[in-house]
């Protein structure tokens, strides 16, 4: 069962894409990435990649985020993200790229804005991190305090150093790990 674990919408249940297409992040997981998060949540502005049925942006957006942009492909998995978006009254203040996330980094670029976090969940063995975080480097998109969030396996490698984006930690749950990037020129 996957559920909103705390904020203005704690408790609520979010559907799931049937079968196997999507990895929905653990309720473990997700509650120590916000609670390491935490106090940049409030008002922020949500970029969710890879964003299968909206998972972490909903979360932030429970937890006091302002706005989110979720980017997804699958058209199950889209199916399912508007759903938990209109179930959690969400609708107003979120925005769905239905596209390729490089394609949404491209297009987002060309509006000027900044995310505050960026979520990324790519399926696991596809190598999307790197090329991801090097699209986002390039593009301007995280403000210049912000940070992006990679879930992955914790056997795949992930770069220390991506474009102008440093890894400053990374937790580990049982086989998935979750690497915390921020702008290398940033202290912490």
Excluded at 48 to 74: H, I, K
Excluded at 145 to 166: A, T, Y
Aim: proline content about 3%; overall charge neutral; hydrophobic content about 40%.
């Amino acid at each position: 069962m996957l559920r909103i674990i705390a904020g203005e919408r704690k408790g609520r249940i979010l559907k799931t894409v049937p079968g196997r297409s999507t990895r929905p992040t653990t309720d473990r997981v997700k509650e120590s990435v916000f609670n390491i998060l935490q106090s940049r949540l409030y008002e922020s502005s949500i970029l969710d990649l890879f964003s299968g049925t909206g998972n972490l942006g909903l979360e932030a957006m429970s937890r006091g985020s302002r706005r989110a942009v979720f980017v997804e492909r699958a058209p199950a998995a889209l199916a399912v993200l508007r759903e938990n978006c209109q179930a959690l009254h969400y609708i107003d203040s979120v925005e769905i790229l239905a596209q390729d996330v490089q394609r949404a980094i491209s297009l987002l670029s060309t509006r000027r804005g900044v995310f505050d976090i960026v979520f990324m969940d790519p399926p696991y063995d596809s190598d999307l991190e790197t090329v991801t975080i090097a699209a986002l480097d390039a593009s301007h998109l995280v403000a210049e305090d912000g940070r992006v969030v990679v879930e992955h396996l914790l056997r795949d490698k992930q770069e220390d150093n991506i474009g102008g984006f440093i890894r400053y930690d990374m937790r580990k749950y049982g086989n998935t790990a979750v690497s915390f990037y921020r702008k290398e020129t940033e202290q912490k």
